[in-house]
């Protein structure tokens, strides 16, 4: 046998590695007991029909000396429910509803204050869709609450029926600073924020300019101006009159902000170097979650980054529910700035050593299973989260409903995206354009050993052009550079370079329907830093040397300064969405800072700082002033591609490309007609770090607006000349 599963409520099928043997009904016995009423052989299958199964019973299965769990097949997926979930109050009673479909009894436990130790208990009643519910006369405005619930153990876990879970459906959490995250919902009105009028702010998809940031990274460090106890908060994003936050957003001419998960997410993983439940955290030693990606409740804002958010072990976060109506501030404010805000979020795993609610209500409903029933990890996260499901889809969908409707939230980028199903992925656009037809939906496209932008593409979404990324700068600093480098790999070309211009289209061999769906960037969160991989490419930085001061650590040599603004012009006059990383437009380099943490890497630079709520990751912007020059150049760009529109609304027929001899140079016309512009332009790029390259203009009065030292809208000198000379890694735009 290789596995057994609960097909129908009465019948369960064996599968088996080779032939199916001769067998009778006595050859199979089940603990507990289960009555087999008849046996037959079906295509590559024994059934075994029975008496009526119950779900919340674990079944393991013995036949001719061989014993294996019985897994629930796909039977759990006939349970569904449109019901409201969650707590919600209808002026008369207060309802609780939890979906559980295999719990044995759930029970809701309602308390006065948080730190009470024992509440009033209520016994909740299941109803045939497997939602348990009880309602209660009058409102509970301030109280707080969680579940407890026995239901099916499979032996490759530890549960205990008496540990309080919260409500997965939680609009507002309270909880302790502590890896297992304890918490309480927190029943309040979300509802009574003055939103004086806001609305979604209508930005086409070609119009995006995304800054990607981390809320709490762009005022935590001193540099930024905020008030100190406003220091990495919600409140302190949108401080006015300070170099950092919102204000500095602003101040590059970016029109959207996307930040790193902000709903309520595990900030601590398990104590550095000790065995907890047979693992010890070798690999963690802050033993902290700062990035966001482990998420424990998808429909509450993250409480540590209120005002008197704190990480003090055996802190409460959250007891005033204030995250609610900061956050609101916060979209509010980027509102008002004509900014929109979108959300990173994450479908395809939860949490992964709290008390994450879905893996206490019902592991083999929600997640994905290996053949011994533990999690499967193709995330890399310790689970994955089964999205196809009926009701784990509904709760997906639900959520971005929530969040658009709740916190006027614009869009949102799903984190390996490639993982959720293509079903949920319809439901989601179909369900989100009914409350904004302009609603932004953003793929990382890969993940689970999956890689399909342009399925996304198919289904009307945008995602993230790795393309874009690794031709350009290049796939890795080490043996993988790209064409600013004065390098071609793998499908890198000049035709390749010249497609990316043009939106990375299908019809040319791309990956996208519609140039919309190609959101181009050259740096995110993950890997190092833009600037951080030129140094590296350069040879002017090391992985394993230390680096010593602030003047070796950001301030870019003639060479790093080159590159940084090549890029950027490249990416720049890419049709689609563009995306830039926080600390991008100064080259911002990640290394590790002093801390008390045993880490033998300080100094050093980091690709992967997700555990560093310090220096490493917060915005310093003294940097910013140290290279100016590169921030202004990233302005003057933005500034261009928002005054003319050839950047972002041309078609291929209004981009002309001209031949050269040399492989590494490019030269172009961006043609002006139907794209609502006034002006044509003419773009030159030359990839060869070795040698200048002189091209001849053609006919016409021109204007220099973009070289190798200035980017912006007004002109840096009228051409006189028949010709011009494009110096190695740089580029040119002339305007007409």
């Not at 047979?278 to 990035?291: C, D, F, I, Q």
């Amino acid at each position: 046998m290789i596995t057994a599963k609960i097909q129908e409520f009465d019948q369960i099928w064996i599968y088996f590695a080779d032939e199916i043997p001769e067998c009778k009904v006595q050859d199979f016995v089940f603990t507990p007991g289960l009555k087999i009423f008849s046996i037959e052989n079906r295509d590559n299958a024994i059934v075994l029909r029975t008496e009526s199964i119950n779900l919340a019973t674990t079944y393991k299965l013995k036949f001719k000396g061989n014993q294996i769990l019985v897994e629930t097949g796909d039977v759990l997926d006939r349970f569904y429910s449109a019901s409201e979930l969650g707590c919600f109050w209808d002026h008369r009673e207060t309802f609780f509803r939890v979906f559980a479909p295999r719990a044995k009894w759930v029970k809701l436990e309602l308390f006065e204050t948080f730190e009470q130790q024992k509440g009033t208990v209520h016994e909740m009643h299941r109803q045939s869709d497997g939602v348990w519910e009880v309602r209660l006369p009058g409102n509970y405005l301030g109280y707080f609450y969680g579940y407890k619930l026995d239901r099916p153990v499979d032996g490759m876990e530890y549960f205990d029926a008496n540990t309080l879970i919260c409500d997965p459906y939680s609009k507002v959490v309270a909880t302790r600073n502590e890896y297992l995250h304890p918490g309480k919902t927190l029943i309040m009105e979300t509802d009574g924020f003055d939103w004086e009028n806001d609305k979604p702010v209508s930005i086409a998809p070609e119009d995006l300019l995304i800054y990607e940031c981390h809320l709490r990274d762009m005022t935590a460090h001193k540099s930024s101006g905020v008030d100190e106890k406003l220091k990495g908060s919600y409140e302190g994003f949108i401080q006015s009159g300070i170099k950092g936050g919102l204000e500095y957003v602003k101040s590059l001419g970016m029109n959207a902000v996307e930040f790193l998960p902000l709903q309520e997410f595990g900030n601590m993983e398990h104590p550095y170097g000790k065995n907890l439940n047979g693992s010890t955290n070798t690999w963690n030693p802050y033993a902290r979650n700062h990035w966001g990606y482990m998420t424990s409740y998808f429909f509450a804002p993250e409480s540590y980054y209120t005002t008197d958010g704190t990480m003090i072990e055996g802190n409460v976060n959250g007891l005033d529910g204030k995250q609610v109506s900061e956050l609101k501030e916060v979209v509010k404010a980027c509102h008002k700035g004509g900014i929109a805000v979108i959300l990173d979020v994450v479908f395809n795993h939860v949490s992964q050593y709290d008390r994450n609610p879905f893996k206490h209500i019902d592991k083999q409903y929600y997640f994905r299973l290996n053949d011994d029933n533990s999690y499967c990890s193709a995330s890399g996260c310790g689970n994955d989260f089964k999205t196809e499901r009926a009701m784990s889809r509904k709760m997906i969908v639900d959520c971005i409903k929530y969040w658009m409707r709740e916190y006027h939230i614009d869009g949102f980028r799903f984190d390996l995206a490639a993982m959720i199903d293509m079903e949920t992925v319809d439901l989601i656009r179909e369900e989100a354009k009914k409350i904004n037809p302009n609603v932004h939906l953003i793929a990382e496209p890969w993940g689970g050993g999956y890689y399909n932008p342009a399925e996304f593409s198919e289904h009307g979404w945008a995602a993230w052009n790795d393309q874009v990324r690794n031709g350009v700068k290049g796939q890795n600093p080490d043996n993988g550079l790209g064409y600013i480098f004065g390098h071609y790999f793998e499908f890198n070309n000049k035709n390749t370079i010249q497609r990316y211009i043009t939106g990375n289209l299908v019809n040319d061999g791309g990956l996208f329907q519609d140039k919309r769906h190609s959101v181009n960037y050259l740096e995110s969160h993950d890997d190092h830093s833009f600037g951080d991989f030129v140094r590296l490419g350069l040879r002017q930085a090391f992985y394993d040397k230390v680096v010593a001061g602030t003047p070796n650590q950001v301030l870019l040599t003639p060479e790093q300064l080159t590159l940084n603004k090549f890029g950027a012009l490249i990416l720049m006059i890419c049709q689609g969405p563009v995306m830039i990383s926080e600390g991008q437009e100064f080259a911002r380099s990640k290394v590790i800072a002093p801390t008390l943490v045993p880490d033998s890497h300080m100094g050093r630079i980091d690709h992967n700082s997700y555990n560093k709520d310090n220096e490493t990751n917060w915005i310093n912007f003294e940097h910013a002033d140290i290279n100016r020059e590169l921030v202004d150049y990233y302005k003057g760009l933005i500034s261009l591609r928002h005054e003319h529109p050839v950047f972002r609304k041309s078609d291929e027929s209004n981009i002309e490309f001209f031949e050269h001899p040399d492989p590494l140079f490019i030269s172009c016309m961006f043609n002006k007609a139907e794209t609502g512009d006034t002006n044509d332009f003419l773009v030159y790029l030359n990839g060869n770090t070795q040698k200048s390259i002189a091209v001849d203009l053609p006919k016409g009065a021109w204007c220099l607006v973009v070289d190798h030292e200035y980017a912006g809208t007004q002109p840096i000198c009228d051409i006189k000349v028949k010709s011009l000379t494009i110096p190695p890694s740089s580029g040119m735009i002339l305007r007409k």
